[in-house]
C-alpha cells in the first residue's frame, strides 16, 4: 500500500527582510520544532523510500533536521519545481513516482501542502486528523496519507488520511 507524508517547512526567519523569500532559514522556533519531529518520526518508525524537496531554503535546512530521524542511506531529490506550486502540480508530480517507491515524503510550503492533503483524503480517513487538517497545516506539521494502487492513478479522494500531527502536538 503506497504512503505519502506530506511535510510542511519549519517556521522560517523573517529576520532579515532583505533575503529574497527562496532563501530564507529557519527561525529558531523552526529549528526546535524540526529537532521535535525528527524524534517523533524516528519513534514512530518512518521510513519514507523518496523524499522529495522544495529548494526553498526553509525546506532543505527542515529536512537536515530531520534526518536523524529518518534511514540512512536516504533517496533525497531536491527540486526548484516544488517551490510555489499548488495542489494540481504536486499531484501531477507524485504520479511521475516510481511504484518501486511505497513510501514518499514531500517537504514543501503551503497552500500546496494543505490543499493536496485535503483534496487526497478520502471518506475513509481518520476523522481526528481530517478535523486538525482542517484547522490549519501549519510550519512542522506532517500529515500521512495511505491509498490503494499506484502513484500514476492517485487522484482526488483515493487516500485515507491516517495522521495529522503539529510540532506543538509534541510538546
Given at each position: 500500500?503506497?504512503?505519502?507524508h506530506?511535510?510542511?517547512h519549519?517556521?522560517?526567519?523573517?529576520?532579515?527582510?532583505?533575503?529574497?523569500?527562496?532563501?530564507?532559514?529557519?527561525?529558531?522556533?523552526?529549528?526546535r520544532?524540526a529537532?521535535?519531529?525528527a524524534?517523533?518520526?524516528r519513534?514512530?518508525?518512518?521510513?519514507?523510500?523518496?523524499?522529495?524537496c522544495?529548494?526553498?531554503?526553509?525546506?532543505?535546512?527542515?529536512l537536515?533536521?530531520l534526518r536523524?530521524?529518518l534511514?540512512?542511506?536516504?533517496t533525497?531529490?531536491?527540486?526548484?519545481?516544488?517551490?510555489?506550486?499548488?495542489?494540481?502540480?504536486?499531484?501531477?508530480?507524485?504520479?511521475?513516482?516510481?511504484?518501486?517507491?511505497?513510501?514518499?515524503?514531500l517537504?514543501?510550503h503551503?497552500?500546496?501542502?494543505?490543499?493536496?492533503?485535503?483534496?487526497?483524503?478520502?471518506?475513509?480517513?481518520?476523522?481526528?486528523?481530517?478535523?486538525a487538517?482542517?484547522r490549519?497545516?501549519?510550519?512542522?506539521?506532517l500529515?500521512?496519507?495511505?491509498?490503494d494502487g499506484?502513484?500514476?492513478?492517485?487522484?482526488a479522494?483515493?487516500?485515507?488520511l491516517?495522521r495529522?500531527?503539529?510540532?506543538?502536538?509534541?510538546?
Amino acid at each position: 500500500m503506497p504512503t505519502l507524508h506530506l511535510l510542511r517547512h519549519a517556521k522560517s526567519s523573517w529576520d532579515d527582510l532583505r533575503v529574497r523569500d527562496h532563501d530564507r532559514p529557519l527561525s529558531d522556533r523552526g529549528e526546535r520544532a524540526a529537532a521535535a519531529m525528527a524524534a517523533y518520526m524516528r519513534q514512530s518508525g518512518i521510513a519514507p523510500d523518496l523524499v522529495l524537496c522544495s529548494s526553498a531554503r526553509r525546506t532543505v535546512d527542515t529536512l537536515a533536521r530531520l534526518r536523524s530521524g529518518l534511514p540512512d542511506p536516504l533517496t533525497v531529490e531536491t527540486r526548484r519545481e516544488l517551490y510555489e506550486v499548488g495542489a494540481d502540480d504536486l499531484l501531477e508530480l507524485l504520479r511521475r513516482v516510481p511504484d518501486t517507491a511505497g513510501v514518499v515524503m514531500l517537504v514543501g510550503h503551503n497552500p500546496g501542502l494543505e490543499d493536496l492533503a485535503t483534496a487526497l483524503a478520502g471518506p475513509d480517513s481518520d476523522p481526528g486528523a481530517r478535523k486538525a487538517l482542517a484547522r490549519k497545516f501549519s510550519t512542522g506539521a506532517l500529515a500521512t496519507l495511505a491509498f490503494d494502487g499506484t502513484w500514476a492513478t492517485l487522484a482526488a479522494g483515493d487516500a485515507r488520511l491516517t495522521r495529522f500531527i503539529t510540532p506543538k502536538d509534541l510538546v
